[in-house]
């Protein structure tokens, strides 16, 4: 059990007026006991409370270390699962839950009591896992080096007449030579048009000379996740798609130069948005300026005009505008910052020039 990040889910329950909150989403559970377990249909929670007496609810298919610094309470798949759970609930005050618990789990809970009331609670743990400690960024600094690397030979993938399907297939192997673990997320590869839509999935689409090349990757490495997207040209580049790269571009690095400690994230979107709007392209910015990532490539909190946050120290969030032309081409430069006491590290080092790829190719 990690003891410190369990006092700071501690802290921020009590100032929501809660001293107990029941925990089922399996990755903020690895986030507190270093243990992965899916459990699919079956029920799989930790309860944290403020005297420090917290229960590990476990089906006996489950494996876990012995030693994990914390109670117990085994189930088997006769048993009344939900009347073992409530019968360890303060009654007597309110629960907090996170979005997580399901209604078949809740709704038992409810019915037999549990809690004086429940509330969602899923702020105190996402909060908390969105400042990452010394342990956690360092292990993000070594998923995107292994992303950084990786980049250099994922375009290298790119000759005439291959697939976006062809080069994402190569994609796994190239990450696990590097180190990684396995994918954050599938590869998103797009050639000319298809980069217009900045979720396109890789299909049997060929690279053109003249298309864009559109990278959006990530891997997992001791279970954190890097994220990167660099746009390449294929052979030449025209006057407009370079125009719109150095706009892009320039709009990355403006807002990840105003990153730092109490800058509110909705004024960097506001900044890069900024920087696309003078060049005309804004009404092709169509997504918000980032997300926050860490064990999960999407965790909870957003770089975006709705924004509410400040930067804190500890926070990792991607910095990712794009211009998006449909029937034409779409841009994206992506990179991982994370804020420090006086600023921002980039976790990405891969080169942001514009780079001509493919036969006859040059910088």
């Not at 994922?154 to 005439?160: A, G």
């Not at 420090?340 to 040059?362: A, F, M, P, R």
Request: net charge negative; with cysteine; proline share 4%.
């Amino acid at each position: 059990m990690k003891q410190n990040r369990a006092e700071r889910i501690l802290a921020k329950l009590k100032q929501m007026g809660l001293s107990q909150m029941l925990i089922v989403d399996p990755m903020s559970i690895y986030y507190l006991t270093g243990v992965q377990i899916m459990p699919f249909e079956r029920f799989y929670g930790l309860y944290l409370r403020e005297d420090g007496h917290h229960v590990y609810f476990l089906n006996r298919l489950f494996h876990v270390p012995e030693e994990l610094g914390i109670e117990k309470a085994w189930y088997s798949d006769t048993d009344p699962v939900m009347e073992i759970v409530a019968s360890r609930m303060d009654r007597e005050r309110p629960l907090g839950v996170d979005t997580e618990l399901k209604a078949g789990f809740l709704l038992p809970l409810m019915e037999l009591g549990a809690a004086e009331r429940f509330v969602l609670a899923s702020s105190a743990v996402d909060d908390t896992r969105g400042i990452k400690d010394a342990e956690e960024q360092e292990k993000m600094r070594a998923s995107s080096r292994i992303n950084d690397l990786a980049m250099a030979e994922f375009q290298k993938l790119i000759r005439e007449g291959v697939t976006e399907r062809e080069a994402a297939s190569k994609m796994l192997d190239i990450y696990q030579s590097l180190g990684a673990d396995g994918f954050s997320f599938e590869p998103l590869v797009a050639f000319g048009a298809n980069a217009a839509d900045p979720h396109h999935m890789p299909d049997d689409t060929e690279v053109r000379p003249g298309d864009c090349v559109l990278f959006d990757v990530g891997c997992i490495k001791d279970g954190y996740c890097s994220d990167m997207t660099r746009t390449f040209y294929f052979q030449q580049v025209s006057v407009e798609h370079r125009r719109i790269y150095d706009t892009v571009r320039r709009a990355n690095e403006t807002a990840i130069g105003r990153v730092r400690p109490g800058v509110p994230l909705c004024e960097l979107d506001r900044a890069a948005r900024g920087v696309i709007e003078a060049e005309g392209y804004g009404p092709y910015f169509t997504h918000r300026l980032g997300h926050f990532i860490g064990l999960g490539e999407h965790e909870h909190g957003d770089v975006s005009s709705a924004s509410t946050k400040r930067a804190e120290a500890g926070m990792v969030f991607s910095i990712e505008p794009g211009v998006y032309l449909p029937g034409d081409t779409g841009v994206r430069v992506e990179d991982l910052v994370l804020v420090t006491e006086d600023g921002c590290e980039v976790l990405n080092h891969y080169s942001k020039e514009l780079e001509i790829i493919g036969k006859g190719g040059e910088r």
